[in-house]
């Protein structure tokens, strides 16, 4: 069974930094392509970043460019993304989620349950 | 950025009802159109890629249709899980965009 677990959320004051964190199981994980898609509570889905199998393209939305660092590290079956100087409008549940590619298709058909970011003073 | 835009915003309907959900593109995509639904507190689940391929496990009573810039969901008859909030998304072009989402909601 495909598994996706994030983990890193939390409250953190404008400027600050966090990393989050997805651990994968049930597939073999250095095959796909992973994403992370945020959500503000109660509204709709933003892509954020996005990385090829082995890292090293990177994609990320031009909100979050220069800000944030997304990679991955395969033999520990983990995604993770680094979020610096942090605003408040980067509050929202951040989902990891995999491709069903090798390739970054931007499709989704695996999401873990969401961390919810708090970016406030 | 390629824009979606779904029609309506939301909607209510009854059990057994036959639900129509559009979405459209700012430019031409192709095929390149994938359905969510998301229920309260959940993670959003895949329903259809590449406009009308249905994604393993879901059920039969959703369809999808389209290509270009116009693309619509249908479910069939509406059943009492169906009830959640759907969002269209192109993955024509990075960055991949999602639509507004319509919120289906039991009358």
């Known amino acids: 069974e495909v598994q996706l677990l994030e983990s890193g959320g939390g409250l953190v004051q404008p400027g600050g930094s966090l990393r989050l964190s997805c651990a994968a199981s049930?597939?073999?994980?250095?095959?796909?392509?992973m994403s992370w898609v945020r959500q503000v509570p109660g509204k709709g889905l933003e892509w954020v970043s996005g990385l090829s199998t082995g890292g090293s393209t990177t994609y990320y939305a031009d909100s979050v460019n220069g800000r944030f660092t997304i990679s991955r590290d395969n033999s520990k079956k983990m995604l993770y993304l680094h979020m610096n100087t942090l605003t408040a409008e980067d509050t929202a549940i951040y989902y990891c989620?995999?491709?069903?590619?090798?390739?970054?298709?931007?499709?989704?058909?695996?999401w873990g349950q969401g961390t919810l970011v708090t970016v406030s003073s | 950025d390629i824009q979606m835009t779904q029609s309506p915003s939301s909607l209510s309907a009854s059990v057994g009802d036959r639900v129509t959900i559009t979405c459209r593109a700012s430019?031409?995509?192709?095929?390149?159109l994938n359905w969510y639904h998301q229920k309260p507190g959940k993670a959003p689940d895949l329903l259809i890629y590449?406009?009308?391929n249905l994604q393993t496990g879901v059920p039969s009573r959703f369809s999808g249709s389209g290509s270009g810039t116009d693309f619509t969901l249908t479910i069939s008859s509406l059943q009492p899980e169906d009830f959640a909030t759907y969002y269209c998304q192109q993955s024509y072009s990075q960055p991949p965009t999602f639509g507004q989402g319509t919120k289906v909601e039991i009358k």
């Open positions: 430019q031409t995509i192709s095929s390149s």
């Open positions: 049930g597939f073999t994980f250095s095959n796909y392509a």
């Open positions: 989620a995999k491709d069903p590619g090798r390739t970054t298709q931007w499709i989704w058909d695996y």
């Open positions: 590449a406009a009308s």
